[in-house]
């Protein structure tokens, strides 16, 4: 056959209703954001998806037509605007691409803007309509994907990342092109089902690494993969911060040929996952307890793991509450945090290095998130247009700017304020900043579940439970459109294990 024309695309984003923040392209820009040529010059050498699906497109005799790709982390809504202008860019660059053999997404699963509850089924209808019917779709999600029957109904192929840490994002990508390239050449026939339990989860105790409640269900994954029964199986855990219909835990199988396949190993997978739901529940702290546990300890740095400030789960990454906590109870201990607040930063360069102020950090954002910490502050590094780039997961290799930044110190604690947020993986905007994290007696982190990693060998970790908009207490959160019965707002019920 002549040479198959493959048309590649990522458009990626996790939303998070709790949060009341729209976003803008900026905040995509600050990320990655390429276009048509600019794709493969940008992407090719970096842990993304669309570098992993490139390495194997090229080592195959396959004409690439990239459409567009883009990750925007993760926040409230995208607002209308941005998001039809990248949906309309994406599908036009499609249209006029005129025939392809095959389509390659790498979507997030979790997309929503203003007035659009599921971006990835709309995107994935209107990429059907213009490739037709037979042309295979592929689609890789984050494992945090809330999967639609819209996605499997429109893509033969969809799969998840297998880690969390998401450090497999280019081998995703890698498995996702490959499937397809079979599929173009006639050596596979994908089909595609899921199946969902009524039931959300806290991001804490889902690491794919060790032996945690994951464990058993990778190993089934792994194991209808290798004994043949099917050519992908997919678990993903859901962004819980989604107040939807629809949402919940789910599984996703591809078959060759055989939805009725596709759908048992569904549903084996998500009945396994109802039955360890309760071990993904996680023990939290108050600020106050893992402060006074923490001194008691030898060494640091004591991780305050402030986890509704979850930047890569949709939160501002400007909580000052952990800020406040350490303020009164270990003002004489060394101690680092990161807080997004621009009008700090711009105060900061008025004064200049080694200047002081008044200053009032944080918490501008989500109503009901924490106060503002008022404090009197030393100006002790000022860096404009600060930028770093990802060591590892979902952007390793990306260079990914915080804007304008700071370090303030208030005794012995260093805030670092950016004027951007930032996905947050490891230390990297520490380092580009100067401060050493692992040298702190406390550390405050805003993430669930990278931390545990990053700083493995740290003398404790401590999840906090405090207020924002990536709590781990889902039973606490208002919920209103989320369906009900759900897990762990409600147990002991009768699940019914929707299907698509
Ligand atoms: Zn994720």
Redesign the pocket.
């Given at each position: 056959m002549s040479k198959p024309r493959i048309a590649l695309g990522a458009l990626l984003f996790?939303g998070n209703t709790l949060s009341p923040v729209i976003t803008e392209r900026t905040d995509f820009a600050s990320k990655y954001l390429a276009s048509g040529e600019e794709i493969p010059a940008k992407l090719a050498s970096t842990n993304t998806e669309i570098g992993g699906a490139l390495e194997i497109f090229r080592g195959a005799d396959v004409e690439i037509v990239p459409l567009i790709a883009t990750h925007g982390g993760a926040g409230g809504r995208v607002s209308g605007k941005c998001y039809r202008a990248f949906r309309d860019e994406l599908l036009e660059r499609l249209r006029s691409a005129s025939k392809v053999d095959g389509v390659y997404l790498a979507l997030h699963g979790a997309f929503i803007a203003e007035g659009i509850d599921d971006a990835e089924g709309e995107i994935l209808a209107a990429a059907r309509e213009i490739v037709g019917g037979d042309v295979p779709i592929a689609v890789s999600c984050?494992?945090?994907g809330h999967i639609t029957p819209a996605m499997t109904r429109h893509a033969q192929i969809l799969i998840g990342y297998r880690e969390?840490p998401?450090d497999d994002t280019h081998e995703t990508g890698a498995r996702a092109a490959t499937l397809l390239l079979r599929t173009i050449r006639g050596q596979i026939r994908p089909v595609s089902r899921f199946r969902r339990a009524p039931m959300i989860l806290p991001a804490q105790r889902q690491r794919t690494k060790g032996d945690g409640p994951m464990r058993e269900i990778i190993d089934l994954a792994r194991a209808r993969e290798t004994d043949g029964s099917v050519l992908a199986a997919s678990y993903f855990c859901v962004q819980p911060w989604l107040d939807l219909p629809g949402v919940g835990v789910t599984a996703v199988a591809v078959a060759d040929g055989d939805a009725a396949v596709a759908d048992r190993v569904a549903e084996e997978m998500v009945q396994l996952h109802w039955r360890k739901r309760r071990e993904f529940l996680v023990p939290t702290e108050t600020p106050v307890d893992a402060i006074r546990k923490g001194r008691a300890l030898t060494g640091g740095p004591v991780i305050l793991a402030d986890a509704a400030d979850c930047v890569g789960g949709g939160a501002s990454g400007d909580s000052a509450v952990v800020l406040r906590a350490l303020l009164e109870h270990a003002p004489d201990q060394s101690a680092a945090i990161h807080i997004v607040d621009p009008h700090a930063v711009t105060r900061a360069r008025e004064v200049g290095t080694g200047g002081r102020f008044r200053a009032r950090l944080g918490n501008r954002v989500a109503a009901g998130a924490g106060a503002p910490v008022e404090a009197e502050v030393v100006v002790e590094r000022v860096e404009p247009k600060a930028s770093f780039r990802y060591s590892g997961g979902l952007m390793g290799g990306v260079e990914a700017s915080i804007g304008d930044a700071a370090v303030l110190a208030i005794g012995p604690i260093k805030v670092l304020c950016a004027s951007l947020s930032s996905y947050e993986y490891a230390d990297e905007p520490f380092q580009a900043l100067g401060i050493d994290a692992r040298r702190m007696k406390f550390l405050v982190v805003k993430n669930p579940m990278n931390y545990q990693q990053a700083y493995a060998g740290a003398p404790a970790m401590f999840v906090l439970d405090t207020p924002g908009p990536t709590t781990c207490n889902l039973a606490a959160v208002a919920w209103r459109r989320l369906d009900r019965p759900c897990f762990p707002m409600e147990d002991g019920f009768e699940p019914v294990f929707a299907a698509g």
């Open positions: 996790e984050d494992l945090h969390y998401h």
